[in-house]
């Protein structure tokens, strides 16, 4: 079969594609490639460079051999609208450049969603780490008393009334405590806010 394959014209070969392959669009197009596989192979041989050339403009975004595959279910999909088997190259060369282009935009897609799942993750974590870092590193400005109560109500969570009896305090010391830890936490972001906004000027 090969040998008789060989000795065809690129014409011959299309013209037997084409009435081997059924018009009927609810066809499977892998099952009509694996019946024709002689002929698709004949035709790679001819249009390696072709195809080598435009799987390298796809930025060898999948495996050569997929990259193919690809080409020849396209192909199988159009060819009953090839008209002349004489323009047979350069309907196919459109068809191997059209996949090539399919695959690299699937590729970056693919790529954008994989980018965009790290970053996410990274932003996670960067949130989960640096929080807590910020909120302990106001505290630990505060004064002894201001910052226990802080650590335990936000930190902890610690209700009033709990942290009034680890303390040994009562509830409106506790609160006291609490409220003054807040205004000097909220004064100390106002300044180094100021002091930071001053230093990008």
């Known amino acids: 079969m090969s040998l008789e394959l060989h000795s065809l014209t690129v014409e011959q070969l299309v013209s037997g594609l ?6 009927d669009e609810a066809s ?3 099952e009509g490639l694996m019946h024709r596989s002689d002929y698709c192979e004949e035709l790679i041989t001819r249009f390696e460079p072709l ?6 403009r796809g930025a060898f975004a999948t495996e050569y051999q997929e990259y193919v595959q690809d080409v020849f279910l396209s192909l199988f999909r159009w060819l009953p609208q ?6 047979f190259p350069g309907f196919f060369r459109r068809i191997a450049l059209s996949v ?5 935009r699937k590729s970056t897609r693919a790529q954008k969603r994989k980018d965009q799942e790290i970053d996410d993750q990274i932003y996670q974590l960067d949130e989960t780490i640096s929080i807590p870092i ?10 002894h008393r201001e910052r226990t109560v802080l650590t335990l109500n936000y930190l902890n969570d610690f209700d009033i ?3 009034a009896r680890t303390m040994n305090l ?11 830890g807040i205004k000097r936490l909220r004064d100390m972001l106002r300044i180094d806010t100021e002091i930071l906004s001053n230093t990008e000027k």
């Open 18 to 23: 084409n009435e081997k392959t059924p018009d």
């Open 28 to 30: 499977d197009c892998r």
């Open 51 to 56: 195809l080598r050339h435009a799987w390298r």
């Open 82 to 87: 090839l008209r002349s088997p004489q323009a």
């Open 100 to 104: 090539a282009a399919e695959h690299a």
């Open 134 to 143: 910020f909120i302990k590193s106001y505290l630990e400005r505060l004064p």
């Open 161 to 163: 009334n709990e942290i």
């Open 170 to 180: 009562t509830d409106s010391e506790v609160r006291s405590l609490k409220h003054r």
